[in-house]
């Protein structure tokens, strides 16, 4: 076979491989795209206590907000001496987490330990409590993935907002436009629990 031959039939198959992997790649951000899709910007959720079946897949943000978490998880999540939590889902190597965890860092509520910041870390806790620092109540739970399972977190970054009880008061999936300090001061506020969802 000539070296050019050669060349032909390695860069079909490079091909074929690329191929298959945009098809996968396609794929989840198709499911990802549905579960955002079941509820729209803006729209209400349902009952402070409405709970969802345990071992669901992936909660969408509608049906985080208003869900009363498990005794348990509240208790790994929440900050007693705070009135309101935020749990911050993060991976490493996240540049999405990062400037989310910085951008947390800076609001008022945060800084002034008003509201505290739970941060759960599908690895270790080194890097996002670097990103957080300046945060007066500040936690971090390493290798939480069975956090993000038990409460169907479809992806991360993904930010929640924790009352007292431990009903989700808002959820979101944040992008570089998204307004943290107007999404926070909102889910503190007494008005009915409100869902905010931006799209990739």
């Known amino acids: 076979m000539t070296f050019t031959a050669s060349a032909l039939v390695l860069a079909w198959v490079a091909i074929l491989l690329l191929a298959l992997g ?3 790649l396609l794929r989840q951000v198709s499911l990802l795209t549905r579960q955002l899709e079941t509820g729209a910007p803006g729209a209400t959720g349902g009952p402070a206590t409405r709970a969802v079946p ?7 943000t509608r049906e985080l907000i208003g869900f009363t978490a498990p005794a ?3 208790d790994r999540l929440r900050h007693d001496d705070a ?3 935020v749990v911050a889902f993060v991976a490493p190597g996240c540049s999405s987490c990062t400037i ?8 008022p509520l945060l800084a002034e330990g008003r509201v505290g910041l739970t941060i759960v870390s599908t690895g270790s806790c080194g890097p996002a409590t670097a990103d957080a ?4 109540r500040l936690s971090c739970i390493s ?16 930010l929640l907002v924790l009352d007292h009880d ?3 008061r808002a959820a979101t999936l944040p992008d570089e436009d998204t307004d943290l300090g107007a999404w926070l001061r909102q889910a503190g506020t007494p008005a009915p629990l409100t869902v905010e969802e931006t799209s990739r």
């Open 22 to 24: 945009l098809a996968g």
């Open 83 to 85: 009135d309101l939590t």
């Open 133 to 136: 620092d300046g945060v007066q």
């Open 72 to 74: 348990d998880v509240v």
């Open 166 to 168: 431990g009903v989700v």
């Open 100 to 107: 989310t965890l910085r951008t947390l860092a800076t609001d």
């Open 143 to 158: 290798q939480g993935r069975d956090l993000l399972d038990r409460l169907a977190v479809p992806a991360t970054p993904y």
């Open 54 to 60: 345990a071992g669901a897949g992936a909660r969408t």
